[in-house]
């Protein structure tokens, strides 16, 4: 267990917080420059409703979410899609269609 205790966030350090986290400024630089840490900005800034404008941002508006499907978790993809297809498959045949 730390030592740490909660301090009050300041109406200035509640500024420099919007304005240098919205910037893209990154987040350890901001938990220096106001001598907290850097899971302390982060929540401080989610509590805010604030977006981060740095480097990552683009992961989190991949327009190709396949891109970034880890080699672990394909095998199940491909199964979905498997499954999927098998079951059309089925009710095609359960109706008395012709399968394509």
């Known amino acids: 267990m730390s030592n740490m205790t909660k301090r009050p966030w300041t109406a200035d350090e509640i500024a420099f917080l919007e304005q240098s ?3 893209g400024t990154p ?3 901001i938990a220096g420059a106001l001598s907290r ?3 302390s ?3 401080k ?3 805010l409703k604030l977006k981060h404008h740095g480097q990552a941002s683009h992961l989190y508006t991949c327009r ?3 891109d970034h499907i880890s080699q672990k978790r394909y095998p199940w993809f491909v199964a ?3 499954m999927q297809r098998a079951i059309e498959h089925f009710i095609q045949q359960a109706q ?3 399968p394509t």
């Open 96 to 98: 008395g269609d012709q």
């Open 27 to 29: 987040t350890l630089a």
């Open 80 to 82: 979905r899609d498997v």
């Open 37 to 39: 840490t850097g899971h």
């Open 45 to 47: 800034a989610h509590s």
């Open 41 to 43: 900005v982060r929540g």
């Open 21 to 23: 986290y919205e910037a």
């Open 64 to 66: 190709i979410p396949d």
